[in-house]
């Protein structure tokens, strides 16, 4: 797990196979579950892939603005791990949250109005992009400081902890993350605590222009010389999305049983720039290709289909109602009402 | 009425809520099995257990933020800052977080939590461990400031401020916890952003807030000597700032001096100033006038943190130069 240039993406991505702990045997049985729907789980990256590009769109008319950070690609992670999850168990997510939020089963009308900034968003066009929020859900942030989701993540947990729940949070966070302070604050805080908390990292492997291996001690491959401060660890595949799944499942399963944090590495990588802002001068397209080609929203309805799991035209189908799920979205987000001016003052305090 | 300590006046208030209210909880550095760096906690362990009062590392961005997470899931806890300055450390966590998450989540989050933390120079602390953000703190929307200046304001703000479903930073003078006051048995609350007319008079209003209204007071005193009748005012709020309760006053007195013990640039009485100056110039016989301690970092050596830190001569040199008093 050494490797650390550019052109090596492929053997890393090749590399990254599930293992714990330093213990060589492969983790997770890679044979398909009979348990798992796996049309849910096409369908909701699927979903992700498309809500995305429909965003993308509307950036460029200007519908959208701020800033835009797309989860494409990496929605075998986003996907897997919180499908893993119950209703009463919290996520935390970055600014990268549109595809945690869809996940979660959040309305894609009130995400894209929030997007447009109308009235009807899920946060009334007061948060943006960066800051989904859906409590009901359970699903506490979109945050957009670099790390300063974890210590909030691990105080969500500490109540749960304190309510005597099995309930458990989990925090997702990017490689960028890894270099802050409050980073190695909250997996020590977690640990010496025993928080019902999953540290779930998404390793994209880029912290906006920044290639993890330039500003990190120890290069790309956080696992598994990565600190966590005791936190029992794994690596999976974000690419797999039935991988993140049964990594999640197994972490989450110990984490109800009372082991304290968990941490899930996923190897993943975003197909587009950090933000619609940026120009990707940053790596070669080669690498962009490489990953492209496991791209999880064409890769996994291909094995279902060729292992008989699924037919063409039940993904078509799939396809078809999705598109114009987000089709709708952007029509609603477009019909919506603009906030009213007098909504300034509202929310600040209780 | 009884008398009390101002520590002793906090440590009741604390001690109610813990005893009420099941989710109320403390988290803090030394709070624990040391009993707080200024004892207020002492005892609390033993009496509530260690899943209430919970010392931590010192990770300040992590407990605060720790903190902002358990409100945000309906828990009331009360963290601690051993000193105001360290929450320098967990800016990010106090603004970016606590502040924020009500607004931008569209009013679907609430942050019940209180924030205390000793302010204040006056204890030859040095740099580091003697500053006064409550003030950069109070410009921040979505969180409450208080800094009560006696026992008896320190117990009902502190009161209030547990039951408060905002966050709500307690400044607590660190020069005051031994300073004695009547506070009684009866229960009493203060509501958070009303000032309080401290001493009613009708030639000079002299407006401070916590540890500066001893130099206000010790001014009253030497200006009614000199047969002057004197207000004060304490704002105990600087986030809502109560802002009528000093109009009114002026428009009675026609002159004031605004009283900073914090660093005189940028303090909330330059916010007061300015609010005056636009819509009480009118009733003024004289320039607003305003005292702070000198811009400087605070010293360790006790006779330059004396001539930095404002005091009484401040007060009156002040009331002299603007209005020949």
Same mark, same amino acid.
């Given at each position: 797990?050494?490797?650390?240039?550019?052109?090596?993406?492929?053997?890393?991505? &090749?590399?990254?196979?599930?293992?714990?702990?330093?213990?060589?045997?492969?983790?997770?049985?890679?044979?398909?579950?009979?348990?798992?729907?796996?049309?849910?789980?096409?369908?909701?990256?699927?979903?992700?892939?498309?809500?995305?590009?429909?965003?993308?769109?509307?950036?460029?008319?200007?519908?959208?603005?701020? !800033?835009?950070?797309?989860?494409?690609?990496?929605?075998?992670?986003?996907?897997?791990?919180?499908?893993?999850?119950?209703?009463?168990?919290?996520?935390?997510?970055?600014?990268?949250?549109?595809?945690?939020?869809?996940?979660?089963?959040?309305?894609?009308?009130?995400?894209?109005?929030?997007?447009?900034?109308?009235?009807?968003?899920?946060?009334?066009?007061?948060?943006?992009?960066?800051?989904?929020?859906?409590?009901?859900?359970?699903?506490?942030?979109?945050?957009?400081?670099?790390?300063?989701?974890?210590?909030?993540?691990?105080?969500?947990?500490?109540?749960? &902890?304190?309510?005597?729940?099995?309930?458990?949070?989990?925090?997702?966070?990017?490689?960028?993350?890894?270099? &802050?302070?409050?980073?190695?604050?909250?997996?020590?805080?977690?640990?010496?605590?025993?928080?019902?908390?999953?540290?779930?990292?998404?390793?994209?492997?880029?912290?906006?222009?920044?290639?993890?291996?330039?500003?990190?001690?120890?290069?790309?491959?956080?696992?598994?010389?990565?600190?966590?401060?005791?936190?029992?660890?794994?690596?999976?595949?974000?690419?797999?999305?039935?991988?993140?799944?049964?990594?999640?499942?197994?972490?989450?399963?110990?984490?109800?049983?009372?082991?304290?944090?968990? !941490?899930?590495?996923?190897?993943? !990588?975003?197909?587009?720039?950090?933000?619609?802002?940026?120009? &990707?001068?940053?790596?070669?397209?080669?690498?962009?290709?490489?990953?492209?080609?496991?791209?999880?929203?064409?890769?996994?309805?291909?094995?279902?289909?060729?292992?008989?799991?699924?037919?063409?035209?039940?993904?078509?189908?799939?396809?078809?109602?999705?598109?114009?799920?987000?089709?709708?979205?952007?029509? !609603?987000?477009?019909?919506?009402?603009?906030?009213?001016?007098?909504?300034?003052?509202?929310?600040?305090?209780? | 009425?009884?008398?009390?300590?101002?520590?002793?006046?906090?440590?009741?208030?604390?001690?109610?809520?813990?005893?009420?209210?099941?989710?109320?909880?403390?988290?803090?550095?030394?709070?624990?099995?040391?009993?707080?760096?200024?004892?207020?906690?002492?005892?609390?362990?033993?009496?509530?257990?260690?899943?209430?009062?919970?010392?931590?590392?010192?990770?300040?961005?992590?407990?605060?933020?720790?903190?902002?997470?358990?409100?945000?899931?309906?828990?009331?806890?009360?963290?601690?800052?051993?000193?105001?300055?360290?929450?320098?450390?967990?800016?990010?966590?106090?603004?970016?977080?606590?502040?924020?998450?009500?607004?931008?989540?569209?009013?679907?989050?609430?942050?019940?939590?209180?924030?205390?933390?000793?302010?204040?120079?006056?204890?030859?602390?040095?740099?580091?461990?003697?500053?006064?953000?409550?003030?950069?703190?109070?410009?921040?929307?979505?969180?409450?400031?208080?800094?009560?200046?006696?026992?008896?304001?320190?117990?009902?703000?502190?009161?209030?401020?547990?039951?408060?479903?905002?966050?709500?930073?307690?400044?607590?003078?660190?020069?005051?916890?031994?300073?004695?006051?009547?506070?009684?048995?009866?229960?009493?609350?203060?509501?958070?952003?009303?000032?309080?007319?401290?001493?009613?008079?009708?030639?000079?209003?002299?407006?401070?807030?916590?540890?500066?209204?001893?130099?206000?007071?010790?001014?009253?005193?030497?200006?009614?000597?000199?047969?002057?009748?004197?207000?004060?005012?304490?704002?105990?709020?600087?986030?809502?700032?109560?802002?009528?309760?000093?109009?009114?006053?002026?428009?009675?007195?026609?002159?004031?001096?605004?009283?900073?013990?914090?660093?005189?640039?940028?303090?909330?009485?330059?916010?007061?100033?300015?609010?005056?100056?636009?819509?009480?110039?009118?009733?003024?016989?004289?320039?607003?006038?305003?005292?702070?301690?000198?811009?400087?970092?605070?010293?360790?050596?006790?006779?330059?943190?004396?001539?930095?830190?404002?005091?009484?001569?401040?007060?009156?040199?002040?009331?002299?130069?603007?209005?020949?008093?």
């Amino acid at each position: 797990m050494a490797s650390s240039t550019k052109s090596n993406a492929k053997s890393r991505s &090749q590399s990254s196979k599930p293992s714990r702990n330093g213990d060589s045997a492969p983790l997770l049985n890679k044979d398909l579950p009979s348990t798992v729907d796996h049309l849910d789980l096409f369908k909701m990256m699927y979903l992700i892939r498309q809500f995305e590009i429909a965003c993308g769109e509307n950036y460029s008319k200007g519908l959208i603005r701020g !800033f835009l950070h797309l989860y494409i690609g990496q929605e075998a992670t986003g996907v897997g791990a919180v499908s893993g999850l119950r209703e009463d168990d919290y996520i935390v997510s970055h600014y990268r949250d549109h595809g945690h939020a869809l996940a979660r089963g959040m309305d894609v009308n009130r995400v894209m109005a929030e997007l447009f900034g109308r009235a009807t968003g899920t946060s009334k066009g007061k948060g943006g992009s960066m800051h989904l929020f859906d409590v009901a859900k359970r699903f506490m942030g979109g945050h957009a400081i670099v790390a300063g989701q974890l210590p909030l993540a691990a105080g969500l947990a500490l109540a749960q &902890q304190y309510q005597k729940t099995d309930a458990l949070t989990m925090c997702f966070f990017g490689d960028g993350s890894t270099n &802050q302070g409050v980073y190695h604050e909250t997996l020590n805080l977690a640990a010496i605590w025993k928080l019902p908390l999953l540290f779930f990292l998404e390793n994209n492997m880029y912290g906006m222009g920044s290639s993890i291996e330039r500003v990190r001690a120890g290069g790309i491959d956080f696992y598994p010389g990565i600190a966590t401060y005791g936190i029992p660890a794994l690596e999976v595949d974000g690419m797999d999305v039935l991988a993140v799944k049964e990594a999640t499942d197994v972490a989450v399963g110990k984490i109800r049983n009372g082991e304290g944090p968990q !941490f899930i590495e996923a190897k993943t !990588f975003r197909f587009v720039g950090h933000s619609l802002a940026d120009g &990707q001068k940053y790596r070669g397209q080669e690498e962009v290709k490489e990953w492209e080609g496991r791209d999880p929203v064409l890769t996994f309805p291909a094995k279902l289909i060729e292992m008989g799991v699924v037919t063409d035209k039940e993904i078509a189908r799939i396809k078809t109602e999705v598109d114009e799920t987000v089709a709708k979205s952007v029509d !609603f987000a477009e019909q919506s009402p603009e906030p009213d001016l007098s909504q300034i003052y509202n929310d600040v305090m209780v | 009425m009884p008398e009390i300590l101002f520590r002793e006046a906090l440590k009741r208030g604390l001690q109610e809520a813990l005893e009420n209210d099941p989710r109320v909880f403390m988290m803090g550095e030394d709070i624990g099995e040391y009993g707080g760096a200024y004892a207020v906690t002492d005892g609390f362990l033993e009496k509530f257990g260690p899943e209430r009062i919970k010392d931590t590392p010192i990770s300040e961005q992590a407990f605060v933020g720790a903190g902002i997470g358990a409100a945000a899931a309906g828990l009331r806890p009360i963290v601690e800052f051993m000193s105001i300055s360290f929450s320098l450390v967990a800016f990010d966590q106090i603004v970016n977080m606590a502040a924020n998450l009500r607004y931008m989540s569209g009013g679907q989050i609430n942050v019940p939590m209180v924030i205390r933390a000793p302010t204040g120079a006056g204890v030859q602390l040095g740099a580091t461990h003697s500053q006064s953000f409550e003030t950069w703190l109070a410009e921040v929307p979505g969180i409450k400031v208080v800094c009560p200046s006696n026992p008896y304001d320190a117990l009902g703000l502190i009161r209030s401020a547990i039951k408060d479903d905002n966050p709500v930073i307690v400044a607590e003078p660190a020069l005051l916890y031994g300073d004695k006051g009547n506070v009684p048995d009866e229960y009493y609350e203060i509501e958070l952003g009303k000032a309080d007319v401290s001493r009613s008079g009708t030639d000079i209003t002299l407006v401070s807030y916590g540890y500066g209204m001893r130099p206000v007071n010790s001014a009253a005193d030497s200006l009614e000597e000199r047969g002057h009748s004197v207000e004060t005012i304490d704002l105990r709020s600087l986030n809502p700032l109560d802002i009528e309760t000093v109009l009114t006053s002026i428009q009675k007195t026609n002159r004031v001096v605004l009283v900073d013990s914090a660093r005189r640039t940028g303090g909330v009485m330059a916010e007061v100033a300015a609010e005056l100056q636009q819509r009480a110039s009118e009733w003024l016989d004289g320039p607003i006038m305003r005292v702070g301690s000198i811009d400087v970092p605070w010293p360790y050596n006790r006779g330059l943190e004396r001539e930095v830190l404002t005091d009484a001569g401040d007060v009156l040199a002040a009331a002299a130069e603007g209005y020949g008093m």
